[in-house]
């Protein structure tokens, strides 16, 4: 999978999640990157969740980071990469909205 096919699947991941969440989402940018300098992860989200929010003005936008190498290295093909990063957008989206590791397990983002 190329770079380019990576990341229109990562945008094709956020079109699939419903419009109430997508519509929510706020000061958050996608980016996608080969791999996190230091851990081996999927995907990292960097912010203050919108459930952290309270007199949240004049920040940065939060970040959510894809990383490319990890994801590719775990699957055999396009459909399968699909899928696992469709799970990595949602997990890490669930991040923004203050959703810990653990309910995101239990909800299969992970």
Known sequence: MTRAEFEEAVS???????PDITDRMDNVVILVEDEHPTEDILGLYEGIALTERYEYSGHLPDVITIYRKPILEMVDDADTAKREIAITVAHE?????????????ELGFG
């Open 93 to 105: 989206v669930g991040h923004h909205f203050g959703i810990d590791d653990d309910r995101l397990h």
């Open 12 to 18: 094709d991941a956020l079109d699939t999640l419903p």
